[in-house]
Each structure stands twice: as structure tokens, then as C-alpha cells.
């Protein structure tokens, strides 16, 4: 595919479950990025991928969230006993000219 | 911590007419970029800004980043219905090496038939 592919577009979990969203990002593209966007909001920050670099982690929210980017390409974003305020939608960034970046169409993440 | 602040937060306006979306900051960043989002997708990349008094035109929309590289504005003229959605502002972290961008909260756009 020629953009940014998450999965799923949307999930329903139970509080306290652990989630895993997948993020595939354009081809060639050495950079990643996570945020969050509450309804009608701004993005939120979540952490950076570039290349080999140590990621930046500075966004997530609390120790239970981590991303991890497998052999420089996929990535995935792992949410460990959801919690209410966790309800969001989750998007994922590439780019091969940070900052400028292409987004997938994110995953509706609901906390029941 | 940089902020942006964008404002108005929300604009529902006649179809023809003029508005001027403002995205203001007391940091400095070393680029600025506008995304417009529609609903259920992600945000598209409109523009980049680097210079300081730098303008860019898209069509019908007008793109200014301040001459301090501290704050930027999106003039659309003659507004359309097809130029509802959540404009975004997002600014490039001066800071160290890293790419991370800091978005503003949005401004929603409703232009109206």
C-alpha cells in the first residue's frame, strides 16, 4: 500500500485488559511517530522511531504504555491494563523528511 | 514545555467568505506546518513553513509564518463547503535533534452552502 496502515480501525476492550495496536508505516520511511487525539482535539504526543536512535519517549503517558519498532519498519504500541481515560483515537505517523508527516487513519480505541 | 495556541477553536461561516485561522506560540519553532482533518481520518499535511515572514499560497489559502518563527496564520478566501474540517497547526520541537511535532488543539471549519 502507498500510505500509512494501522490496525485495527477500531477496538472495543474491557478495563483492565492489555491492547496492541499495529502500525505500518509508507516504505523507506525511516521515522515514526505515535500520538493520541481525544474527540474534536489536538494530537498528543506519544513517542518518536528514527532509525537507530533511541526513541523518544517523552509523550507516553505512564508506564503502561510502550511502543516498540521492529527491524526499522513495523511498529507497535501496547497499552497494558486499559483504563477509561485510555478511550481515544490512536494515530500513527511516518515520514522520511521529519517533521513532515503522513498519517494512517488511526484506531478508535474504547474502553468499556 | 512549548504550547500552541490556536484560535478560534471553533468557525461556521457562509460559503464565500473570508476567515483567518491564528496559531500562536511564546517558543520559537524551527518549522511550522498546517494539516487539515476530516472525520474518521488521519490528519493531510498542507503546508510546511521554515522561514521567518514566510507565505505560502495554496489555491485559496494563504499560509504566514511570523518573522519570530513564533507564530503562523491560515487566510482562506472565499471559503467552499469542501473546506469544512479540523485545521491543524503543528510545530517543529526547537530542541535538541529530535522531529517531534507539537500540535495546537484545532479549529474546527463548517462553511455552510
Known amino acids: 500500500g502507498a500510505g500509512v496502515s494501522q490496525s485495527p480501525s477500531n477496538k472495543v476492550t474491557e478495563k483492565g485488559k492489555d491492547v496492541e495496536l499495529r502500525c505500518d508505516p509508507i516504505s523507506g520511511h525511516t521515522a515514526l511517530y505515535w500520538y493520541r487525539q481525544s474527540l474534536g482535539q489536538g494530537l498528543e504526543f506519544l513517542i518518536y522511531f528514527q532509525g537507530n536512535s533511541a526513541p523518544d519517549k517523552s509523550g507516553l503517558p505512564s508506564d503502561r504504555f510502550s511502543a516498540e519498532r521492529t527491524g526499522g519498519s513495523v511498529s507497535t504500541l501496547t497499552i497494558q491494563r486499559t483504563q477509561q481515560e485510555d478511550s481515544a483515537v490512536y494515530l500513527c505517523a511516518s515520514s522520511l523528511n521529519p517533521p513532515e508527516a503522513f498519517f494512517g487513519q488511526g484506531t478508535r480505541l474504547t474502553v468499556v | 514545555t512549548q504550547l500552541l495556541e490556536q484560535s478560534p477553536q471553533f468557525l461556521s461561516i457562509q460559503e464565500g467568505e473570508n476567515l483567518t485561522v491564528y496559531c500562536n506560540s511564546s517558543s520559537v519553532f524551527s518549522s511550522l506546518q498546517w494539516y487539515r482533518q476530516e472525520p474518521g481520518e488521519g490528519p493531510v499535511l498542507l503546508v510546511t513553513v521554515v522561514t521567518g515572514g514566510e507565505v505560502k499560497k495554496l489555491k485559496r489559502l494563504t499560509f504566514q509564518f511570523g518573522d519570530a518563527r513564533k507564530d503562523s496564520s491560515l487566510h482562506i478566501t472565499a471559503a467552499q463547503p469542501g473546506d469544512t474540517g479540523l485545521y491543524l497547526c503543528?510545530?517543529?520541537?526547537?530542541?535538541?535533534?529530535?522531529?517531534?511535532?507539537?500540535f495546537g488543539q484545532g479549529t474546527t471549519l463548517q462553511v455552510k452552502p
Open positions: 503543528a510545530g517543529a520541537s526547537n530542541a535538541g535533534n529530535t522531529g517531534k511535532l507539537i
